[in-house]
């Protein structure tokens, strides 16, 4: 019985791949140190007595959490200002979205029954698609500084600024569902004789009214999220108590903010769930 | 007695449904959601005589044409670009801290295989859905005590905040990665953190970084506007020369960050044409 055929080969005394190694930690400093230097990256900072110290104070306040009663109500009623920005806003941009998304669907096209679209539908189109991505390309944050600076501090500025990015962003979306789907119904529907108004009711929407409209409370949840950051440049709600309590230094308050916001996109997001899957 | 025949020659003419049905939940939805539209416009001192009426449309115009010319001098311009960097390099370093993290808390946030107690998966998951839910900016203001003014604490707001997005969605993909190589070696004796390197993080890493990537594209978006807390980037450039009413500045900067944004959404776009294809 032959012995065990020795093994031809020995484990290597050093790692065969220490030169790439060596080579991918060199780049990875070479890429990371003016990424660093732009941030001025200093963790220790952080540990240095004296921003230990503010941040510890301010952490200690944290607890116990702001419960007075009428703190309670204060926090509850803001949250409710926050979803009611959310809301409005959500509705005046339906109010820009719907118009904008039936002027600029392909599928409702006349001209484009018979090949090309006509140059002038073609143009109005693509320039109403254009507007659609500016609006949705200014961060809402930068449309709310604006408005604050036109109508003043208050909800006013946040539901505008809410109104204008998801007109855009739904206007868009929506363009995009309803040109993905089928457009057999609708296309037969203009040959006969129908008006696009007519199309597009009996047609295109049935169709994809179900994805439509998740993608609309899904944007809503959105806008909740969105909402509560607006506050922070003075458009009201929960974010605008939020932002005062911090410069206050209000360790208690923060927490109770934090958590009643916690709960509301949780709430948020569990309703618009149900109802996605509810919608199928 | 003989019932009517329910097959007519013709189809039997039917009543529309009535309008409202307590039955029908598509119903109660829509009188919800209209309920709420209403309590949202009837509750909010919401100022529409002063947006709409003429007055205001002056100011507002008078404040439009205050943007131009946008500030096109060199030096601004040079600041611009620092800005522009500032914000980038924030959301490249933000997201790269955010994987590592997002790696080391979704290991214990998922259960590897079947007999896997996984006793942190609960806990550790709910710190990941409260990093996730408080969103970047109002990190920013809180690290702000920590971190000082500047471009560190947005670093860090961005980093904490995907932290909790990429942990989670990488928890997902390691409970869903396919259990045939990790149960392999662990039927030869392989201990668990040699099993998850050599057998579960090589099949999922292209989707980790698939992930990586695309909240990188979220946060350049986010870094650009989260300067406004004071956090670093062209936001804080923004918010600096908007509060001195500096208008022609103002509108180079949002220039600038239309630009970028742009960019990103062109960049990605491209990039995804390219790879799906």
């Known amino acids: ?280 | 007695m003989r019932r009517p025949s329910t097959r007519a020659a013709n189809a039997p003419y039917r009543l529309p449904p009535p309008l409202f049905d307590a039955r029908c939940r598509a119903c109660w939805w829509t009188a919800a959601t209209l309920a709420l539209v209403l309590a949202s416009f009837w509750t909010l001192d919401l100022r529409w005589s002063q947006f709409v009426s003429l007055a205001a449309l002056r100011s507002m115009g008078r404040f439009i044409g205050e943007f131009f010319p946008p500030d096109a001098s060199p030096e601004f311009l040079a600041k611009v670009v620092r800005g522009t960097w500032e914000t980038l390099a924030m959301s490249a370093l933000g997201t790269l801290l955010a994987a590592g993290a997002g790696v080391l808390l979704a290991v214990p946030a998922s259960r590897m295989h079947a007999g896997d107690a996984a006793r942190l998966r609960t806990p550790t998951r709910l710190l990941l859905n409260a990093l996730r839910a408080v969103p970047e900016l109002v990190w920013a203001a809180l690290l702000l005590m920590a971190a000082g003014l500047g471009p560190f604490a947005g670093t860090l707001a961005l980093a904490v905040h995907t932290s909790g997005v990429l942990g989670r969605l990488f928890a997902e993909s390691l409970e869903n990665a396919p259990p045939g190589p990790g149960a392999a070696l662990r039927a030869q004796g392989v201990g668990s953190a040699r099993v998850f390197l050599y057998a579960t993080l090589p099949q999922v890493l292209p989707q980790l970084i698939s992930y990586t990537l695309y909240r990188w594209e979220n946060n350049i978006r986010a870094a650009a506007v989260l300067g406004v807390v004071g956090a670093g980037g062209l936001g804080q450039l923004l918010a600096f020369h908007m509060g001195l009413f500096h208008m022609g500045k103002t509108a180079t900067i949002l220039v600038a960050m239309l630009v970028l944004v742009a960019a990103v959404d062109a960049l990605s776009y491209g990039a995804r044409r390219v790879t799906t294809r």
Not at chain 1, 203 to 219: D, I, K, M
Request: hydrophobic letters at 55%.
């Open chain 1, 1 to 280: 019985m032959p012995a065990l055929a020795r093994s031809t080969h020995r484990a290597p005394d050093r790692d065969p791949a220490w030169l790439g190694r060596l080579f991918w930690l060199c780049a990875a400093v070479v890429v990371l140190w003016p990424l660093a230097a732009a941030t001025e990256f200093k963790p220790w900072l952080l540990f240095d007595a004296r921003s230990l110290g503010v941040a510890g104070r301010f952490l200690r306040g944290f607890w116990p959490p702001a419960h007075s009663p009428d703190f309670l109500v204060l926090a509850a009623s803001e949250a409710w200002r926050t979803v009611a920005i959310a809301t409005a806003g959500l509705t005046l941009a339906l109010l820009l979205a719907v118009p904008a998304t039936l002027l600029s669907t392909h599928v409702l096209s006349v001209s484009a029954l018979s090949g090309r679209m006509a140059r002038g539908p073609f143009w109005v189109r693509q320039s109403v698609r254009w507007a659609l991505v500016v609006l949705r390309s200014v961060p809402e944050l930068v449309w709310a500084l604006v408005f604050v600076r036109v109508v003043g501090l208050g909800p006013t500025a946040g539901v505008l600024a809410i109104a204008l990015t998801y007109g855009g962003m739904l206007g868009k979306v929506y363009g995009e569902i309803l040109e993905s789907g089928e457009a057999h119904a609708t296309e037969t529907l203009l040959r006969n004789g129908s008006s696009r108004l007519q199309a597009f009711l009996f047609g295109l929407l049935p169709q994809n009214a179900a994805e439509l409209t998740s993608y609309t409370v899904y944007r809503w949840e959105c806008a909740i999220r969105s909402s509560v950051v607006l506050g922070f440049v003075g458009a009201g709600g929960l974010g605008q108590l939020l932002d005062g309590s911090m410069k206050m230094f209000n360790g208690g308050e923060v927490l109770t903010m934090l958590c009643v916001f916690v709960l509301l996109v949780a709430l948020a997001d569990r309703m618009s769930a149900g109802l996605r899957t509810s919608l199928g």
